[in-house]
């Protein structure tokens, strides 16, 4: 039984304050008076025992008690509004998937019409973040995660072994005429904040070992890394997998031989180990095995 779980009037209180800011905003969404919104908030931090907004003459701020609260509250709030929804309108055999942002976009979108045509009977959730998905919410069956796993109790599987090499467009690399990898120092670069493998390692790599002074713009998803080298704005060091329709369209090039990338595994599947017995789960843990670039396709 849990004893522990606080009032949803209050949850709902709380997350609606933290979303707008205000407490009278709050009131008039959730048709009561800031008198009873304010009453429900002091309820639930007297429950939790913890401040969560910090009130003053210009408005109301979540403390950082309260921003990570938010966090869980809020995840866990849209995975009830989409469970009734789908109760509402009769939607059976529902998927909840979460994934980076860039390998949703970029990887997984243009895929989903085939698992849509080969599942029909599957209702599939996509949503994308850089947060990890918390499986104890009970809001997501798989998890797509970028970075150096290290996620105990839950199934890890490689998605797949990616090459990071420069990319860069065709304007770009017959304007610059780079030979060599030691003539990028004096390229405008483009960073991702978040790769598991940044310039500095390519760049060793290759033998050059002067350091990067400066990039011309630094980004937090390879998304957006990558439609600035499409503009011609610099050099993006990422993966041919997740670049390979802008490759395939011509917009995006290697600027080196392919041959002088970085190989790594860093998107993983994952999820605790009794979701892959629900039939929907084990559907698409196969169907991503058919999408799966083979080796030689990643060159």
């Not at 998890?143 to 490689?158: A, E, F, H, K, Q």
């Not at 499409?230 to 041919?240: D, H, M």
Request: zero cysteines; charged letters at 20%.
């Amino acid at each position: 039984m849990r004893t522990s779980l606080p009032p949803l009037p209050a949850l709902l209180a709380f997350e609606a304050v933290a979303r707008r800011r205000s407490f009278a905003l709050a009131a008039t969404e959730l048709h009561l008076t800031a008198s009873a919104i304010s009453h429900q908030v002091a309820r639930l931090e007297e429950i939790l025992g913890a401040r969560l907004f910090e009130r003053s003459s210009r408005g109301v701020e979540l403390t950082e008690v309260g921003a990570k609260y938010l966090q869980r509250v809020s995840g866990a709030l849209e995975a009830l509004t989409a469970a009734s929804d789908d109760v509402r309108q009769g939607v059976r055999n529902t998927l909840y998937v979460h994934s980076t942002p860039s390998l949703a976009s970029l990887w997984l979108m243009p895929r989903l019409g085939h698992f849509a045509q080969a599942h029909p009977g599957v209702s599939l959730f996509l949503s994308a973040s850089h947060q990890h998905s918390d499986f104890a919410l009970g809001q997501v069956d798989l998890d797509i995660r970028y970075g150096v796993p290290s996620w105990p109790g839950l199934t890890v599987r490689p998605l797949f072994e990616e090459h990071i090499l420069p990319l860069a467009s065709p304007a770009f690399i017959e304007r610059y005429r780079l030979r060599e990898p030691a003539e990028l120092l004096q390229a405008p670069l483009i960073q991702s904040t978040v790769s598991v493998v940044q310039w500095a390692d390519w760049l060793t790599a290759q033998g050059v070992e002067a350091p990067v002074e400066r990039f011309a713009l630094r980004f937090d998803r390879a998304q957006l890394a990558l439609d600035a080298a499409l503009q011609g704005l610099g050099v993006a060091l990422e993966s041919s997998t997740i670049a390979a329709g802008h490759i395939r369209a011509g917009w995006l090039r290697p600027v080196f031989d392919e041959r002088l990338h970085l190989p790594v595994k860093a998107h993983f599947l994952v999820y605790p180990p009794r979701h892959e017995q629900r039939h929907e789960v084990a559907q698409f843990l196969r169907w991503m095995q058919t999408q799966v670039p083979q080796p030689e396709a990643a060159d």
